[in-house]
């Protein structure tokens, strides 16, 4: 993944020296998941991830007057949960988006905030980095492991940019990562299903460059 996402900015760079209108972007913000229903023999229960934060970065290209086009990439404090009858069960864990997004800008590029939406597509890496356990809380319901998938990612997003000045400008938005849920990272037992969708809305908060 990492490997993926460095090669995927490297191709992007050269382009840059014949272009006019070009923007790199430093993001931060925070998470926030649903969980999805957990259903089995012994019970039920929930899965998802504690709300962490978020950074990442950009290289965008204004296309058209008001369309523009971005190579991102953010990495997610992704810790993983089950919850069940008051019990919790927690495992740390991280993941990784790479995405192209579409921007359709509203009003003229030029005017002091702009408002825009946002819809894009990649694919996002989820890994467990917590301590494997032969014997683990809620075990019943699902198995934390220390391993890696690779979901595809859809984008849907909105938000506004300030300009500052001629070359800078602050953007703040809210995008909403969708996914599968990694069920390789959190494994069900045989006999129980897991929810499929996975949303996770993130506030962002981004200076931007633009030359």
């Known amino acids: 993944m990492k490997t993926t996402i460095i090669a995927a900015l490297l191709l992007t760079a050269p382009a840059a020296a ?18 999805v229903p957990v259903t089995g023999a ?10 962490g934060f978020a950074a990442g970065g950009f290289i965008g290209q ?33 993941s990784h988006a790479l995405h192209y997004d579409v921007l ?13 939406g946002a819809l894009g597509g990649g694919l996002k890496e989820f890994g467990g980095t917590g301590t494997e356990a032969a014997v683990q809380p809620l075990s019943q319901f699902g198995y934390f492991t220390k391993t890696r998938t690779v979901k595809m990612l859809l984008t849907v ?6 300009r500052v000045s001629p070359s800078i400008s602050i953007r703040g938005e809210v995008k909403d990562f969708v996914s599968g849920f990694p069920t390789a990272v959190l494994t069900p037992p045989p006999g129980v299903k897991y929810g499929n ?8 908060v981004s200076i931007v460059y633009t030359r």
């Not at 359709?104 to 825009?116: K, L, N």
């Open 18 to 35: 014949f272009a006019q209108k070009w923007e790199y972007g430093a993001v931060g913000g925070f998470g926030f998941l649903n969980t």
């Open 42 to 51: 012994t019970g039920s229960a929930t899965a998802g991830f504690k709300p």
């Open 62 to 94: 204004n296309l058209y007057s008001h369309f523009s086009g971005e190579v991102r990439y953010e990495f997610m404090q992704s810790d993983l949960q089950l919850s069940s009858g008051g019990q919790k069960a927690q495992f740390t864990g991280v």
């Open 104 to 116: 359709y800008h509203v009003g003229h590029s030029e005017a002091p905030v702009q408002f825009f």
């Open 157 to 162: 997003g909105a938000g506004f940019t300030c």
């Open 197 to 204: 969708i996975l949303h996770e809305l993130v506030p962002m």
